[in-house]
């Protein structure tokens, strides 16, 4: 059964590092782009970017370029969300999702999500 | 801010049908794809339509939708208490080089 399993809920202060995990299983990892979607508390789905495994390639939403990094590991088909200073407003649940079979959508593999939550 | 917009919020009683829209422009709608996703409540959202108009396997065929120019529907008849969810549109945006996410429908079942 294919399954995407993330890590688990994080608590950080303003300021700090974070790297979240999203490992895939029972499929061919490098034949599917990863895709890493927000939801801030109450709010609906934001799209963050996309890698593509095969090549270590990414396509980040304007929004998210320059907050955070999406980065993977082939050898291990993990892919992995990444901040190097976490702000207040980085609380959130994480997402992510395997492609559909264009590479541009979240399709029909989802992560359990993440829990992040940033306070002082 | 969402560059695809739904109205907020959608319901209807046991059996009706009840129809979601997804506005759109060009450079979104108009020409790519149009995915459905359904959240529903503490839940990963899950793919509830794709290419426009394309169930997986396992959705029932009460769910349906479709695009025209630069917006698109979702369709749900025979309505259950179960459908209670938000639904999103998405579109690959090719100015932005992204998907974008309407703001989401929360549909209430009466």
């Known amino acids: 059964e294919v399954q995407l399993v993330q890590s688990g809920a994080e608590v950080k202060k303003p300021g700090e590092s974070l790297r979240i995990s999203c490992k895939g299983s029972?499929?061919?990892?490098?034949?599917?782009?990863i895709s890493w979607v927000r939801q801030m508390p109450g709010k609906g789905l934001e799209w963050m970017g996309r890698?593509?495994?095969?090549?270590?390639?990414?396509n980040y939403s304007p929004s998210f370029q320059g907050h955070v990094t999406i980065s993977i590991d082939q050898s291990i088909s993990t892919a992995y969300l990444q901040w190097s200073s976490l702000k207040a407003s980085d609380t959130a649940m994480y997402y992510c999702?395997?492609?559909?079979?264009?590479?541009?959508?979240?399709?029909?593999?989802w992560g359990q999500g993440t829990l992040v939550t940033v306070s002082s | 801010q969402s560059v695809l917009t739904q109205p907020p919020s959608a319901s209807g009683t046991p059996g009706q049908r009840v129809t979601i829209s997804c506005s759109g422009i060009?450079?979104?709608?108009?020409?790519?794809?149009v995915f459905w996703y359904q959240q529903l409540p503490g839940t990963a959202p899950k793919v509830l339509i794709y290419?426009?108009?394309q169930r997986p396997s396992g959705v029932p065929d009460r769910f349906s939708a479709s695009k025209s120019g630069t917006s698109a529907s979702l369709a749900i008849s025979g309505l259950r208490s179960e459908d209670e969810a938000d639904y999103y549109c998405?579109?690959?945006?090719?100015?932005?080089?992204?998907?974008?996410f309407g703001g989401g429908t929360k549909l209430t079942v009466l």
């Open positions: 999702a395997r492609s559909d079979s264009t590479g541009f959508y979240p399709g029909d593999y």
């Open positions: 029972a499929y061919s990892f490098t034949s599917y782009w």
């Open positions: 890698i593509d495994p095969s090549d270590s390639y990414i």
């Open positions: 060009i450079s979104n709608i108009g020409s790519n794809y």
């Open positions: 290419r426009n108009n």
């Open positions: 998405a579109a690959w945006d090719d100015s932005l080089s992204g998907v974008i």
